[in-house]
């Protein structure tokens, strides 16, 4: 009952609060609006396996700014295709040629395809080889933009972003105020408040996700292969992992503006490390990073839904491990508490 | 003072912040119903004391006991009501919505929740402005509403820090009938002050300087033993308040 009187009351000031309210919901849909339109294409070199591809027709085709691997066998093909270490493979089937990208990045499929078209027409406007290639894709589509590529870890981002910034502020403001003192007067546990942030939030987040998720799938049309419901899961537990970090960190914050620190220090490496950039890129004394981020977490598996359409089955572990950081990071904030009052 | 009307007892407390001794061997004990009242110059350390008794600070050496169990103790703040020399309020929220949000915590019935809130709210007489956000409240209404949600449970100690700055001289009057009336219920209340007229009120006093106890005693014992005519002077012997 104390953490349902907690968390109603941590659910009336948000609502009172029409400013920050209006920040959470549309400062996301502003961004992800704005990010939907300005993204476009750059130039990337794909690695492209010719599957018994006759040699004669490869030289014909004199592919450009193109990566070749030869195949002898076509589930080789495949297998390499799935791990990603190439794009798209061609391939003959019933005497056509086919092909088959990867799929999942917008960037890689656009070039892809461009490359192929220049080679067709470098054959000498084969009209007949050019309309007949059949292209198939392992996830996503020829649909697929660039946005809709970051979209997901956007999505993701902001959940974090706002949820870790605003119960942070929020706790951060109990205990200037006194009320965290007064609050600890009260024979109220340490777990029972911590339990009423995370609910109240929890709540309000739920709300704040659908809205944003509802926006950007289906007005701004991002791409959306998965369920709904494993995107509202996801974010449920990025938010749930980003209200712990906050609240625990705001302890070591004395005011809102030394709270607006963390941002640089905390938020921003973790988008690095989300895989917005290819984490490819990142060196190897560096990568270690990654793993130890919870936005890594929720990227990935919200990339797997809504790029990949994948089920419980591959976004369980990123699930657990959010999980994981949550219930860590709850455990410290009791723990913590323990600076104010020591039962 | 008979033993088994102690409610309250400070064994020997000492309170080190770094190299300060903020208090240094504080000794007494509280009976049932009394008003007692702590008195010092600013920064004796009646905060501080005050605060341990909440359960809200331990003490560096010694003991708080409260109805004979060491503080902390959850089980023991569900009869305390705690006021904090600041106000800590729910700016955002309404006066009636703070005290709600009070009487959920400590586990009050949904019921006798709406009883108690009026009643509070008509005790430090803030009935007419229950719908108004806090942040809208003037400095002695704050206080005034900070008084009312530790007056919620009906708690048999009450533990208040200067609870009545910033209230005027009507209001402050009807205030202390109040204590007057809890107390002759048999709640205890512990308050500290800076006024001579409240502490003439108290039942007894304890005066803290420096972070010692100098001097404790009803508000008649005091003067007598100074030979002096007021309370006032009596303190000015004891080294000011
Ligand atoms: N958390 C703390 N850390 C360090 N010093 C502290 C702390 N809390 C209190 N003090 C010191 O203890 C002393 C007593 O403070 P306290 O607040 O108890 O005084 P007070 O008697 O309540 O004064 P006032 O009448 O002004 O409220 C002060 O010198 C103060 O600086
Ligand atoms: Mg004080």
């Known amino acids: 009952m104390r953490i349902s009187a907690l968390s109603l009351r941590i659910l009336r000031q948000i609502i009172r609060d029409k400013r920050t309210m209006a920040l959470l919901i549309f400062a996301p849909i502003l961004v992800l609006t704005l990010l939907h339109f300005v993204f476009n294409g750059n130039d990337y070199e794909p690695k492209i396996g010719f599957v018994s591809i006759p040699e004669t027709m490869e030289n014909q085709l004199n592919i450009k700014n193109t990566h070749i691997q030869h195949y002898k066998n076509l589930n080789t093909a495949k297998a390499d295709l799935s791990d990603q270490s190439i794009d798209a493979y061609l391939f003959i089937a019933n005497n056509h040629l086919s092909l088959f990208l990867e799929g999942s990045d917008p960037t890689v499929n656009s070039t892809v395809m461009k490359r192929m078209q220049d080679a067709f027409q470098s054959m000498g406007g084969n009209e007949q080889t050019n309309n007949d290639i059949k292209i198939h894709f392992l996830h996503g589509g020829s649909e697929l933009g660039q946005f809709d590529y970051i979209g997901p870890l956007l999505l993701g981002f902001f959940v974090f972003f706002f949820v870790f910034l605003i119960a942070g502020v929020s706790f951060l403001r109990e205990r200037t105020t006194g009320t965290l003192e007064r609050l600890l007067s009260t024979p109220i546990k340490k777990s029972e408040i911590v339990f009423g942030y995370v609910i109240g939030f929890g709540i309000f987040t739920i709300i704040q996700t659908f809205i944003i998720a509802i926006y950007t799938i289906y007005v701004l049309g991002m791409y959306m292969e998965g369920a709904f419901g494993y995107v509202m899961l996801i974010a449920l537990f990025t938010a749930l992992t980003a209200l712990t970090l906050g609240i625990l960190l705001s302890s070591f914050a004395n005011n809102e503006l030394q709270m607006m620190q963390f941002i640089p220090i905390i938020i921003v490496p973790q988008i690095f490390f989300s895989g917005l950039f290819n984490l490819e890129t990142i060196p190897d004394w560096l990568s270690w990073i990654g793993p130890l981020t919870p936005l890594y977490y929720a990227a990935d598996a919200l990339k797997s839904v809504m790029v990949s359409g994948m089920g419980w089955s591959m976004i369980s572990k990123d699930i657990f491990i959010l999980a994981g950081f949550s219930l860590l990071f709850i455990l410290l904030n009791i723990l913590a508490l323990k600076k104010y009052r020591k039962i | ?241």
């Open chain 2, 1 to 241: 003072m008979s033993v088994d009307r102690i409610i309250l007892s400070v064994d020997h407390v000492s309170k080190r912040y770094g190299k300060h001794d903020v208090l240094k061997d504080i000794h007494f004990e509280i009976e049932r119903g009394e008003i007692f009242g702590l008195l010092g110059p600013s920064g004796a350390g009646k905060t501080t004391l005050v605060k341990q008794l909440a359960g809200l600070e331990l003490p560096s050496e010694g003991e708080n006991r409260i109805f004979q169990k060491p503080m902390p103790s959850l089980k023991t703040m569900e009869q305390i009501g705690y006021m904090g020399q600041s106000d800590a309020l729910y700016g955002e929220l309404t006066a009636k919505e703070n005290l709600e949000f009070f009487a959920a915590i400590y586990g009050l019935k949904r019921k006798q929740r709406q009883i108690r809130i009026k009643d509070v709210l008509a005790i430090v007489n803030l009935a007419d402005h229950e719908n108004k956000l806090v942040s809208s409240y003037s400095g002695g209404m704050k206080r005034r509403l900070s008084l009312a949600i530790s007056l919620l449970h009906k708690p048999q100690l009450l533990i208040l820090d200067e609870p009545t700055v910033g209230i005027d001289p009507v209001l402050r009057k009807s205030i202390w009938k109040t204590f007057e009336q809890l107390r002759d219920s048999g709640t205890t209340i512990i308050v500290t002050t800076h006024v001579m007229d409240e502490a003439e009120k108290c039942d007894r006093l304890g005066l803290l300087r420096d972070g010692r106890l100098t001097a404790i005693g009803t508000p008649s014992d005091l003067i007598e033993e100074t030979r002096t005519e007021s309370l006032e002077e009596a303190f000015l012997v004891y080294g000011g308040a």
